[in-house]
Structure formats: C-alpha cells, structure tokens
C-alpha cells in the first residue's frame, strides 16, 4: 500500500498590498511542494502593453477565465495549488473555494496582514524599484482597494499571518 500523502489543499491569500502575500505565497508553495498561480504575474506577461486601470478586469477576468479550469483539473488530480490572488472579498474567495469545493479538496485561507504604517512604506520601496509581475500602486489605488478589503469572517477559518520585512 502507498505511504498516505498530505491532502491536496487550494490555499488562498487574503490582505492589502504590499501586506507580504505573494513572498508567504512563494514559501507556502515551496514548502508544501505546490503549483503557484499569481494573478499580478499572469496579467502582466499576457497583457504587458495593454493593463492599464481601465482595461484590468477585463485581463483580469480573461486570466481566469483560462487558469480556473486548470487550477480545477490541477486540484482533481491531486497536486496543491497555491493562488496568489488578491481576494480582497468574500465573494471573490467563494469563487475561488468554489474550484476546491468541486475538486473535493481542503481549502486554507491566510490572511496576511502589517500595519498601514508598514505598507505605506513598503509601497514606496516597490514603487521605486518596481520587478517582473508588479505593479505600480499609487496612494488612490491603496486607499480603493483599503475601503474594499473585507477581511475574512470567522466561518472562513483564516490563518493570520504578519510578515516582518
């Protein structure tokens, strides 16, 4: 009989930018010998030229449209996945339980959290010295995607994480 594995598991990421999650997204799929999907990543190797702020859901919604499927048959297959997805709400974290649900697989969700303070700071420092898969984010952008952040409730079972960097 074959040794029993760990279960396959989606794992997801929750919190503001710049706030660590996709450096613990990175660890958390090394460490568990997991496939990793950044969104971020995704839209700006297949859309360098045109993601502006007004055309980004549509790429955005284009990247999932495609990825979802696969991260579903990844999941039915037994390989864990690690989605470094901004998944500010709970609705877009029930759409991205939803592929676990149906693959019948254990879902874990971190919500990675720093002070604003810490962000602010952080966001500079990115600002200034931007890499492949990163974005610019201006003060208005953070303080759009402050009012939309909901924090995971206590039914969705999340792991605080603070990342000290």
């Known amino acids: 009989m074959l040794e029993e594995q760990e279960?396959?598991?989606?794992?997801?990421?929750?919190?503001?930018?710049?706030?660590?999650?996709t450096t613990f997204a990175s660890q958390l799929a090394k460490e568990k010998g997991a496939m990793i999907f950044s969104l971020d990543k995704l839209v700006l190797s297949l859309f360098p030229e045109e993601d502006t702020f007004a055309t980004h859901?549509?790429?955005?919604?284009?990247?999932?449209?495609?990825?979802?499927?696969?991260?579903s048959d990844l999941l039915c297959h037994g390989?864990?996945?690690?989605m470094d997805f901004p998944a500010h709400t709970k609705t877009e974290r029930d759409q991205l339980r939803h592929l676990a649900i149906q693959a019948?697989?254990?879902?874990?969700?971190?919500?990675?959290q720093a002070e604003l303070e810490t962000i602010s700071r952080r966001i500079q420092q990115r600002?200034?010295?931007l890499k492949d898969g990163e974005y610019q984010i201006p003060a208005w952008l953070l303080s759009m995607i402050i009012e939309k952040l909901e924090p995971p409730d206590v039914s969705e079972n999340a792991i605080e994480v603070w990342l000290e960097w």
Do not use: E, W
């Open 57 to 71: 859901h549509k790429y955005v919604q284009r990247v999932q449209d495609v990825f979802f499927p696969i991260v």
């Open 127 to 129: 600002n200034t010295a």
């Open 79 to 82: 390989y864990s996945v690690v």
């Open 7 to 21: 279960q396959t598991c989606l794992y997801l990421m929750c919190g503001l930018p710049c706030s660590g999650k």
């Open 104 to 112: 019948k697989v254990k879902i874990q969700l971190y919500y990675l």
